[in-house]
């Protein structure tokens, strides 16, 4: 099995385990201890009042600024707007890069010099922009409070002079609104006494006592003044202009004028109407269908305001007219239909997403771990969040604050968490620095196998306790290593005179493997091995660059030896059993064979169910501490139990051929 190599912080340079030492070694390669080795995902030695930071990466700061500006009273409803503001299209400025005193200023300029009916997407730009700055400034003020020692429920903001500004201008452009609101009625009364008063000179003219041309010039006047006046109260605007159209009429029939100027002007208003024909149809093109829907309503209004048309082409006209408007008036249906519905998938999706977030507010969770893994989740909720439109308008504001509660319980619990964290490093810096000082107590200790131990034990100690902030990480680790490499360094000084020895050792092992590879193993049998073994071991040690190889050597010089004294009493022993074979053959034992062939078959079944288990042993071994050794032990066992089975099985053919 290979692992990736990974980096390592500087001071994870020695390793406890290679300072291992065997019962009767007197010396040790330089060691030193490990740094505490969390993986980086879970390194918590950052500072842990930044742990709720990871929230920053998705961005509600909008959606938080209106919802300031709402819970401040900023607020008029899209329901209060008039058609006017509904139908401005105007776009806003970009003020991001204001400061809130700016922003203000800005506000109380565009008050005194713009109509406040061409002020509703400004406004609301100010607002968000406003609000923005605002809560930014109110969270920083919170967090210098908290860290200054207060407790987050008893923070109080300051009173902000531009908010109030704010506030006060909003009251003008309020103000403003429902004067301008409450004038339109007004002007609309008006508007209303002036076509009443057109309609009853439209009466007059066919009584009038003018010549022809005069009569249709004052016409003419009345038409052009019936079109500058403006809108009448929504419930007498059906009644003014059917009313209006009819003594329109009136006149185009009864009064007696000059045919001729009365063609030229049923012609004019003819080609105006086809004009609007053409102009209503290609509002089916245009692509926003909002834009359509009311370029639509100006065009009614310009039809109406038109004079009539010759009889014959009067029906054709208005049904050409009437049949575009309809397309027009369902593509808005259909749009609003299509937006309705899609607003109500929308409310489905944040809907569950809501409940993903609350799941994870809900959930218990207990490690550096799992909280960056539930943090990285949540967040690619926000973002899924921030990718799904508009739900519908009453439901919009109560869906997002369903949703910003769960992320806000989520960032408390984890904010409390670390809160505690930090506790337990504060603890752990203790433990670390007693560890140093019991370092430091035997860094000039002359008893070196002892010293290495203890050094050890400490080295293991250091590695239980959990981190420390990065503050302090740096400083305690390395007090502890200079104590550890001191120790070490003198331990390494004194026995520098016995590498000498164990070049020497490793010549004399090397010789006797030679030897070993030499010598007639069947002949002198299992006690040839064991002298062998028994001159090894006398030989002292080795090189510790060289140990592992020449171990290696003599492991496998020694097991060929063996493999080799068991090939040849494996042959004995099957030699043995055709004999015992032949005298229950003879002795006419079939009884016998057979059940000597069942006991060795059911011995080989025994065995196959051996090394299954132990085969299926080897993957729960792969996660112990010492995992290489015991699989290495197991694969051994499960080499010599099939060589057992393949001898049985041989036995098994060996009675089938004699039958």
């Known amino acids: 099995m290979t692992t990736e190599k990974k980096s390592v912080p500087e001071e994870q340079v020695s390793v406890a385990e290679d300072v291992k030492l065997d019962a009767t070694q007197e010396c040790a390669p330089e060691a030193a201890p490990e740094t505490e080795c969390d993986s980086p995902a879970e390194v918590v030695a950052q500072e842990i009042n930044t742990a709720e930071e990871s929230a920053s990466e998705v961005s509600f700061a909008e959606e938080e600024a209106a919802l300031d500006a709402a819970a401040a009273g900023l607020e008029i409803a899209e329901e209060e707007l008039t058609a006017e503001e509904q139908n401005d299209e105007s776009p806003a400025e970009d003020i991001s890069a204001m400061s809130k005193a700016e922003i203000v200023d800005y506000f109380a300029a565009l008050l005194d010099k713009k109509p406040v009916q061409q002020l509703r997407a400004d406004v609301e730009n100010i607002k968000i922009a406003f609000y923005k700055l605002h809560r930014a400034e109110v969270d920083a003020a919170r967090k210098k409070f908290v860290e200054e020692g207060g407790s987050e429920e008893a923070f109080v903001p300051q009173p902000d002079e531009q908010e109030q500004r704010l506030k006060e201008h909003f009251a003008r452009y309020r103000a403003a609104r429902e004067e301008y609101i409450s004038s339109l009625e007004s002007v609309k009364e008006e508007n209303l006494k002036v076509k009443l008063q057109i309609i009853e000179e439209l009466k007059e003219l066919v009584n009038s006592s003018e010549t022809i041309n005069q009569t249709f010039a004052t016409f003419r006047a009345l038409q052009q003044r019936w079109k500058e006046t403006g809108m009448v109260p929504q419930a007498n605007n059906k009644e003014i202009w059917e009313t209006y159209n009819l003594h329109v009429e009136n006149f185009y029939n009864y009064i007696k004028i000059n045919k001729e100027l009365r063609d030229l002007d049923l012609k004019r208003n003819y080609e105006a109407k086809v004009q609007l024909c053409e102009e209503v149809e290609a509002l089916v093109m245009e692509p926003s269908v909002v834009t359509a829907f009311r370029k639509l309503q100006d065009l009614h209004e310009q039809w109406r305001e038109t004079g009539p048309v010759a009889t014959e082409f009067k029906d054709s006209l208005w049904e050409r007219f009437k049949e575009a408007s309809s397309r027009i008036n369902k593509q808005h249906q259909e749009y609003f239909e299509q937006v309705k519905e899609e607003q109500k998938r929308n409310l489905e999706l944040k809907t569950e997403l809501c409940v993903k977030a609350e799941e994870l507010s809900e959930a218990v969770i207990t490690s550096r771990k799992e909280w960056n893994d539930a943090s990285n989740q949540l967040i690619e909720i926000q973002k899924v969040w921030k990718t799904i439109g508009f739900a519908p308008k009453k439901d919009n504001t109560k869906i997002y604050e369903r949703f910003r509660q769960a992320c806000d319980k ?61 503050r302090y990480s740096d400083a305690v ?34 010789a006797l493997l030679a030897e070993m590879a030499e010598a007639d193993i069947v002949a002198g049998g299992f006690e040839a091995i064991k002298e062998f073994q028994r001159r090894w071991s006398e030989i002292g040690f080795v090189p510790i660059k060289a140990k592992e190889t020449i171990q290696k050597r003599y492991k496998e010089v020694v097991d060929a030896m063996f ?3 068991r090939g040849g009493e494996k042959e004995r022993n099957m030699d043995r059993f055709r004999n015992r074979i032949n005298n229950m053959k003879s002795g006419g034992g079939d009884r016998r064979l057979r059940s000597e062939r069942e006991k060795l078959y059911n011995k080989v079944k025994q065995l196959e169910q051996d090394i299954a288990t132990l085969e299926n042993n080897i993957g729960f071994f792969s996660h112990s501490k010492n995992a290489e050794a015991m699989i290495r032990e197991v694969q051994e066992k499960i080499e010599a139990t099939k060589a057992e089975m393949a001898e049985l099985i041989e036995k098994i053919n060996l009675i089938d051929k004699e039958n």
């Open 410 to 470: 989520f960032f408390e619990l984890k904010h409390s968490f670390y809160a505690n964290v930090k506790s337990e490093m504060e603890a752990n810096l203790q433990l670390k620095n007693e560890i140093c000082e019991a370092a430091e107590a035997l860094k000039n200790s002359d008893q070196w196998k002892k010293t290495t131990d203890e050094l050890i034990a400490l080295q293991k100690r250091w590695k239980e306790i959990g981190p420390v902030s990065r």
């Open 477 to 510: 680790w390395k007090r502890f290593r200079a104590a550890c490499d001191e120790f070490f360094a003198r331990k390494s000084a004194h026995f520098s005179g016995v590498d000498e020895q164990h070049v020497e050792n490793l010549a004399k092992k090397e």
């Open 563 to 565: 493999a080799t004294l």
